[in-house]
């Protein structure tokens, strides 16, 4: 039987996406054999938005082996229990989504359904009081949870905010110390097979060509394989995510370490702040047809915790994916395979993702088409929900300004009008990929947005009122305990995992 195993892997773009792919890949290279090029320009910046993640990024740097401790050191990182939105039901209210659940369920009723039982008995505990995250947020507090799933310490997770640029080029260390290749230069040009139309090899400004068996496009927004010379097709979702730009800029740090992102919703959109050790970051997300960039500009400005670093960064984008992602012998990763906000930190999950497909669906170099049918079908399907979890944080909004009610008007993804159909009917969620957001997230945002069930799961009626009145508040006070015995977030990062000056 003749060999027919990928030999030489060929990756279009550095930045975060290029080099989480080089490192991830070397887990699949047979050492003397295999190879892996990578070619970037250095006359080309990264996008540099995507410095907060979700807890996943945590398991693609353990499969990698790096030591947590060391990675955070080099990427100025802190550490992140959720996101607090402020001002997103109508201004002066707040919720957060944390990582973790609301408790374990009693005789197979959710944690939110008893919630909702001793809130329509006008117990007006919050649910928020029933998630270590979230408490923990708001005290400031942080440790890495237990591996006990029988603790109330063990219920919770957690993810990073990092410099993404430090990141990118933590990762170039370690995938250069494993024999990846890296090329200095600017992409010009694609050539392709005149008879399969794969690509052949990237030809260089300065004359050379790059051949390989698998090119994998992290190119950026630019698309140079998989738009540009595959022609994949572009789907645009700005009917239903409507903004287009966002305003970047760093600034000195003030006040406490926060172990939590900052949503802030904004007149014609929404401010971040991902607070690291060095600076914290900012940005304002919007839409061009309800504010100016100057506007826009001076709203960022005026609301930093400290002295800009920089002038404000514009960036332009359309939301939506490539509708192949592999199509021949290319795999699109990060932008170059679409965009979906950075609001609930999903770009990098994304990559994460794209990369671990790529690995289980790994090809020969005869590229059966199904394998690239699977991996297209299953990365859809985590764009489409995501795309739908983003869009209910929006469309479920009672602010009152134009942005706002345009977006409360729209209409909106099937599915995502039945998840929410389904919710103010019974307070039940509808999961549509397991890999992306759990129940949990979804009833933070639900409730949060003040989406009130009409009713709640009858089965909760099954348990004693008082009963379940006890059971509760025993648990809110474990939680808080729990929370409380964490050590400032502040305190935590100087004694075990502060950068170097």
Same mark, same amino acid.
């Given at each position: ?112 359904q008893l919630w909702l039982r001793a809130r329509a008995q006008e117990d007006e505990t919050s649910y928020q009081d029933f ?22 310490l063990g219920s919770y997770s957690y993810a990073f905010h990092f410099d993404a640029g430090l990141y990118g080029a933590y ?7 494993? $024999?990846?290749? +890296?090329?200095?230069? *600017?992409?010009?040009? %694609?050539? /392709?097979?005149?008879?399969? =139309? #794969?690509? @052949? ?118 939301? $939506?994916?490539? +509708?192949?992602?592999? *199509?021949?012998?290319? %795999?699109? /990763?990060?932008?170059?395979? =679409? #965009?979906? @906000? ?119 009626d099954a348990l004693d009122a008082e009963l379940l009145g006890r059971e509760l508040e025993r648990r809110r006070r474990i ?23």
């Amino acid at each position: 039987m003749v060999e027919r195993s990928i030999r030489r892997i060929v990756i279009a773009g550095g930045g975060s996406a290029g080099w989480m792919a080089a490192a991830g890949l070397t887990r699949v290279l047979k050492r003397g054999a295999d190879e892996i090029v990578l070619i970037e320009s250095s006359d080309i910046g990264a996008i540099g938005v995507g410095e907060a993640t979700l807890p996943t990024i945590r398991f693609f740097n353990a499969s990698l082996g790096l030591d947590e401790i060391d990675f955070i050191r080099h990427t100025q990182a802190s550490f992140k229990l959720g996101i607090e939105f402020r001002d997103w039901a109508s201004p002066g209210r707040g919720f957060f989504h944390g990582f973790g659940d609301f408790g374990p369920a009693i005789r197979g009723v959710s944690a939110h359904q008893l919630w909702l039982r001793a809130r329509a008995q006008e117990d007006e505990t919050s649910y928020q009081d029933f998630s270590v995250a979230s408490v923990a947020a708001r005290l400031g507090r942080f440790a890495p949870p237990i591996p006990d799933a029988d603790s109330v310490l063990g219920s919770y997770s957690y993810a990073f905010h990092f410099d993404a640029g430090l990141y990118g080029a933590y990762l170039r260390n370690y995938a250069e110390a494993r $024999g990846v290749q +890296r090329i200095d230069a *600017r992409i010009v040009d %694609v050539k /392709l097979n005149g008879e399969n =139309g #794969f690509i @052949e090899e990237i030809v260089l400004a300065d004359g050379r060509t790059v051949s390989g068996d698998l090119f994998v496009d992290c190119s950026g927004f630019a698309g140079l394989l998989i738009a540009g010379a595959l022609k994949s097709e572009f789907e645009d979702w700005s009917h239903w995510l409507p903004c287009n730009s966002a305003l970047a800029v760093p600034c000195k740090s003030g006040g406490g370490l926060t172990p939590y992102t900052r949503s802030t919703a904004r007149k014609a959109g929404w401010q971040w702040r991902i607070p690291l050790q060095h600076r914290i970051g900012n940005g304002y997300v919007f839409c061009d047809a309800f504010t100016s960039v100057d506007e826009a500009s001076e709203a960022l400005l005026a609301n930093l915790d400290g002295e800009a670093l920089a002038n404000p960064k514009l960036i332009k984008f359309t939301t $939506g994916r490539r +509708r192949e992602a592999w *199509r021949k012998n290319c %795999v699109a /990763l990060g932008l170059a395979s =679409g #965009f979906l @906000e950075p609001l609930e930190s999903t770009s990098i999950h994304l990559v994460e993702s794209g990369i671990g497909k790529l690995i289980e669906l790994l090809p020969d170099r005869d590229f059966e088409p199904k394998l690239a049918e699977d991996y297209n079908r299953m990365m859809g399907q985590s764009y489409e929900s995501i795309r739908d979890f983003l869009i209910l944080h929006y469309h479920a909004s009672g602010r009152d300004e134009p942005f706002w009610r345009h977006c409360q008007t729209m209409p909106i993804p099937d599915p995502l009008r039945h998840q929410i159909e389904l919710f103010r009917a019974s307070g039940h969620v509808a999961l549509y990929d397991s890999g992306s957001f759990a129940e949990p997230s979804w009833v933070s945002i639900f409730f949060g947005q003040r989406v009130w069930p009409q009713r709640y799961d009858p089965l909760a009626d099954a348990l004693d009122a008082e009963l379940l009145g006890r059971e509760l508040e025993r648990r809110r006070r474990i939680v808080d305990g729990a929370a409380h015995s964490l050590r400032p977030h502040q305190d935590f990062i100087s004694r075990f995992c502060a950068a170097p000056t």
